[in-house]
C-alpha cells in the first residue's frame, strides 16, 4: 500500500509460530489449522475515532480534551496551539484527509473490510489489515469480508461510511466545541462528499490519461458514469 501511494501503517515484522491454530477462514462451519503467525506494525500514532468517542462516550470530558489537544500538538503542528478554533481545524483536516484517504483506496481498488470508527486512523492512514481485500474486476458490491452478510463495508460504500465515521467524530468532538463551531464543523462535514468526488476524479483522470485542464472532464464524467 505504501508504494502504490496510500497512506497507511507498515509492517516491521512477520513472526511464525511453530504452533498451530485453529481458524475458520470464511466463518462457515469449515475449521482447520493453520500454521499462526505475528505481523507487527508501526505508525506515527494508533489514535483513531474510536479513541475518542470512548472517552465522550463516558462524559470524561477532561481527559477528552487533554487527549485531543495532544494528538493536535503531536501531529498537527500548523495548526497552533492558540488557536482558540483549534479543534475545529482540527476536525476539517482530518475530514479533508479522510477523503483522500478513501479516493486513494478506491484508486487501486482496495476494499478494507471493516471500516468501523475503531478502526479508522486520526491521522487518516490504513491501520487494522484484517478481511481487506482488492477488488480483481469492478464490482460495487465486492465484499471481502465473509462476516459482512449485510454488505455494510463492500468497496462501493467506503466512502458513505466514512462520512459516517466522521459524523461519530463530530459528535465526540462536541463537547470541546460552542454553538458556533459546531454549526461551522457541521459545513465542513457537508462538505466531504464534493472533497472525496475531487479527488477520486483527480486520481482516475490521471490513471485515464487524461489532462488535468478541463478538455477531457465531460468524457471522464461518462466514463464514470458507464463505470457506476
Known amino acids: 500500500m505504501h508504494y ?100 486513494r483506496w478506491m484508486s487501486v481498488g482496495f476494499a478494507h473490510g471493516v471500516c468501523n470508527t475503531d478502526n479508522f486512523s486520526l491521522l487518516s492512514i490504513t491501520i487494522d489489515y484484517g478481511p481487506f481485500g482488492f477488488m480483481e474486476s469492478y464490482d460495487a458490491d465486492y465484499v471481502p469480508n465473509t462476516s459482512d452478510d449485510e454488505g455494510r463495508y463492500r468497496i462501493g460504500n467506503q466512502a458513505n461510511v466514512g462520512m459516517f465515521n466522521l459524523n461519530k467524530l463530530l459528535v465526540a468532538l462536541t463537547p470541546l466545541l460552542d454553538n458556533g463551531q459546531r454549526r461551522m464543523a457541521s459545513s465542513i462535514l457537508d462538505g466531504f462528499p464534493a472533497l472525496y468526488y475531487q479527488r477520486f476524479t483527480e486520481l482516475f483522470r490521471s490513471k485515464l490519461g487524461f489532462l488535468d485542464d478541463g478538455r477531457h472532464k465531460g468524457r471522464f464524467y461518462n466514463v464514470v458514469s458507464s463505470a457506476e
Not at 84 to 97: D, I, K, T
Open 4 to 103: 502504490l501511494g496510500v497512506p497507511t501503517s507498515r509492517a516491521a515484522s512477520l513472526v511464525v509460530s511453530d504452533d498451530a491454530v485453529w481458524r475458520d477462514q470464511f466463518y462457515n462451519g469449515n475449521v482447520k489449522k493453520e500454521q499462526g503467525a505475528v505481523v507487527l506494525r508501526v505508525a506515527k500514532s494508533w489514535f483513531r475515532i474510536g479513541s475518542l468517542e470512548i472517552l465522550s462516550n463516558s462524559g470524561e470530558f477532561h481527559s477528552l480534551r487533554e487527549v485531543v489537544y495532544f494528538i493536535i500538538n503531536e501531529h498537527f503542528p500548523a495548526i497552533s496551539r492558540t488557536d482558540p478554533n483549534r479543534v475545529l481545524a482540527f476536525f476539517g483536516v482530518v475530514v479533508s484527509q479522510t477523503a483522500d484517504m478513501i479516493a
